[in-house]
């Protein structure tokens, strides 16, 4: 039963063992040359801008709509992402958008911006998925109220080998529900980077110990755990993308565990900002 | 295909999203430069070592100091890995056009003087993941600023076949006042070449480099020459817009990436790249 061929590909279809769930996403935030995760938009699924007790790891697992929802499948089976269809439609047209689709493991929510203590994180929920940490990234969002400057933090975690490691890092003025990922050791703007600079040897992100602030940028924000699955570009406005993975990107179809949180961030150039709305599709097999 | 998506099902994979970030020197067209040197993910790496003593360098460890290297998911053998995918992007509109070359660094000779004419003995011999060293190329990379005389590169190494004394076929101009990062070798100049050095005619490969010298002291500065086996290109053509890459199907070439390899990349930029430009991508692997 396992896919493991093109055949078991086809095989997952023609039995009935998938599933295309369609999204749509309102309006965003205005943005432009900044990485904007899409579950801040409300839609279908809902939107999720981060809420939970502060500065506490709060999982994300899949629970009807609340993110890119597939259903349940027998025990020993594994689902993976078979395609993807994304259009956009920005308010006037700036560029493609790069695209990066991941399963948010969860969150730290409302870190304060305005205070120059350390701030503990709690973390006695646990990575729900890719549990070692390995590959998973460690990304600055500002939420709920804006910064009002440009920022610098140390951020202390572990990392997927178990070992604590301590990065400074600017977090850049990028905006409301966008990411702030800094990868320099001075505040500054950054727009490029999806998770932060990480230590010596690391390969990904277990937990979030603790975070302090050394130049305040006021705001809120949440530190998010994700696993990226796959990238694409989409085209001019209103054309849809398609990416059948089992068949394009070197057949790399991204397995999607159990509860798995999918979402994705997308990135547009030019100068002026635009809201951007999404529809589309994501197609699940299993076997 | 069928045993492609096989490997991928049955997790013989690996991915890794990398970010680098230039330093507080604009880059300058048509030359390239040495990312490993830069901050972000993985971290910097600025050749330590014993002056002109081999020091290799590896996934595990990098180059024993830091560890640079992309990750690609340790060792398969008996198993074979490949690089699957690769994307890349830049904020910078003087990011591109720009390519980013993937290499697995096998190690380097650190700590040339670039303020002398003296022959400069390398010593060490090198081990090197790629087989007689077939396919290794090298390139010589500022680790500290040169001074502003110019001044032209001659090297004497062992080929491929083990044939030694073999040296450069032409003359290599250095840069003056080159800055740190910069492939020294490469630009628009006369006589510039890069990234790599060229070789003596019918060489494809190096085993090991027994010396260099300068045809002038550049007034200061010093390098490190590091022998690199070439593993895939991408191009970066539009700000902010992410390039894809599928070496399955749209360039179908699967570049093998050896156990231990430290991977890196090399830039060419196209345009006067701005200081603190930020780069990222991600790298998808796979083996069996």
Redesign the interface.
């Known amino acids: 039963m396992?896919?493991?061929?093109?055949?078991?590909?086809y095989a997952a279809f023609e039995e009935g063992r998938w599933h295309t769930q369609y999204i749509y996403k309102t309006a965003s935030v205005a943005y432009t040359?900044q990485w904007a995760p899409a579950h801040f938009q409300a839609g279908k699924p809902l939107g999720n801008p981060l809420l939970g007790d502060p500065l506490t790891f709060t999982p994300c697992i899949l629970d009807r709509n609340n993110a890119i929802w597939f259903p349940d499948i027998p025990e020993g089976q594994?689902r993976?992402l078979a395609s993807v269809t994304l259009r956009h439609r920005q308010s006037g047209f700036n560029?493609?958008p790069?695209?990066?689709i991941y399963d948010l493991l969860g969150y730290y929510s409302q870190i304060d911006g305005d205070n120059d203590e350390v701030q503990e994180f709690d973390n006695t929920e646990s990575l729900p998925r890719y549990t070692s940490g390995e590959?998973v990234?460690l990304v600055m969002i500002n939420h709920l109220s804006p910064a009002a400057a440009h920022g610098l933090a140390i951020i202390n975690y572990t990392n997927s080998d178990g070992i604590d490691q301590q990065v400074t890092v600017n977090v850049p003025m990028n905006g409301l529900n966008l990411v702030c990922s800094g990868?320099?050791?001075g505040a500054?703007a950054?727009?490029?980077?999806?998770?932060?600079?990480?230590?010596?040897?690391?390969?990904g992100v277990r937990k979030v110990n603790w975070i302090k602030f050394t130049t305040l940028p006021s705001g809120l924000f949440a530190i998010c755990l994700i696993k990226?699955l796959a990238?694409?570009?989409a085209g001019d406005n209103n054309v849809t993308v398609e990416r059948e993975f089992?068949?394009?990107?070197?057949?790399?179809?991204p397995?999607i565990y159990d509860g798995a949180f999918l979402t994705w961030m997308s990135?547009?150039?030019?100068s002026t900002g635009r809201t951007v709305t999404w529809y589309g599709d994501f197609t699940f097999i299993w076997g | 295909m069928d045993q492609m998506i096989n490997a991928i099902t049955s997790g013989q994979t690996y991915e890794f999203v990398w970010n680098k970030i230039t330093g507080g020197t604009a880059y300058s067209a048509g030359r390239w430069y040495d990312f490993t040197l830069l901050n972000g993910t993985p971290v910097a790496n600025n050749y330590p070592g014993t002056a002109l003593q081999w020091r290799p360098c590896n996934e595990a460890t990098g180059n024993g100091t830091q560890t640079f290297g992309i990750p690609h998911g340790g060792d398969v053998s008996p198993l074979l890995k490949h690089v699957l995918n690769m994307s890349a992007w830049t904020t910078s509109s003087t990011g591109v056009p720009g390519c980013l070359w993937l290499v697995d660094i096998e190690g380097y000779y650190p700590g040339i003087n670039m303020n002398t004419t003296a022959v400069q003995n390398l010593s060490g011999t090198p081990t090197l993941r790629a087989p007689n060293g077939l396919g290794v190329r090298m390139f010589l990379v500022i680790t500290a600023t040169a001074g502003s005389t110019a001044h032209n590169l001659s090297y004497s190494y062992t080929n491929q076949n083990g044939v030694s004394g073999r040296t450069n076929p032409v003359t290599v101009a250095c840069t003056a006042s080159a800055i740190v990062g910069h492939i020294t070798h490469s630009g628009t100049a006369s006589n510039n070449y890069g990234p790599f050095l060229p070789l003596a005619n019918g060489d494809t490969g190096i085993r090991s480099v027994q010396s260099v010298q300068l045809s002038a002291a550049s007034g200061g500065g010093t390098a490190a020459l590091v022998l690199c086996v070439p593993i895939a290109k991408i191009t970066l053509s539009v700000q902010s817009l992410m390039t894809e890459k599928d070496l399955l199907n749209q360039i179908p070439s699967l570049p093998r990436v050896r156990d231990g390899a430290c991977l890196g990349f090399l830039y060419g930029s196209g345009a006067a790249t701005a200081a603190s430009s930020t780069f990222a991508g991600t790298l998808q692997f796979v083996w069996g």
């Open positions: 396992a896919i493991r061929t093109l055949r078991d590909v040359a594994e993976y560029s493609y790069s695209i990066v590959g990234q990868v320099r050791t500054a950054e727009t490029g980077p999806i998770g932060i600079r990480l230590g010596p040897g690391a390969r990226v990238t694409l570009v089992y068949s394009k990107a070197g057949c790399y179809m397995r990135r547009i150039g030019g």
